[in-house]
């Protein structure tokens, strides 16, 4: 149980394009979602937390306007960055929680790559 | 503020040894749970174990252990007899107040790589 799935594994794209990065919780419907960045060699980044049917709470230093994130069901939320640049190459990883435990269960990553 | 430590960035051990990774925190809060996830070269954050402040009874599983000391502020994690598969970076998280919808304070990781 509490699987978290993640869309695309990987992703090329051009500079200037968006990308959307799907998250789903596969057997649990997860009350909030939380969406997390990370760099080589470094912990992981808190972004913003999604709850579902209400706008995403952003962590300071992150642009809501880039980094739009849309929690429509129980069971999926989306993060798409905007006119990605290559500063945006990153590995993006989502987690979930159902609200009946404690635990955060995370997806396996997305690894972006902006040309 | 919360805050988690985990000192050693590095471990190398080889294989059959036993290795103990180190985890610090700091918080205000009464009721906190504690997290360690294993992450593998391949990425994907994989929960070990939540241990709630109210519980600090020692746990094992199969070759791993945690040793949870509040008057140390620690939450130790000890792989006996380490294996190839055990490679990978570890982290440390902190959860303070309970609540799933609370958010997780991260350890930088400790980097784990037993050699044959």
Known sequence: GAVVSQHPS???CKSGTSVKIECRSLDFQATTMFWYRQFPKQSLMLMATSNEGSKATYEQGVEKDKFLINHASLTLSTLTVTSAHPEDSSFYICSASDGGSETQYFGPGTRLLVL | AQKVTQAQTEISVVEKEDVTL??????????????????PPSGELVFLIRRNSFDEQNEISGRYSWNFQKSTSSFNF???????????VYFCALNPRG?????LTFGKGTLLTVNP
């Open chain 2, 99 to 103: 609540g799933s919808n609370y958010k």
């Open chain 2, 78 to 88: 000890t792989i006996t007899a380490s294996q190839v598969v055990d490679s990978a």
């Open chain 2, 22 to 39: 180190d985890c610090v925190y700091e918080t205000r809060d009464t009721t906190y749970y504690l997290f360690w996830y294993k992450q």
């Open chain 1, 10 to 12: 990987r992703v090329i």
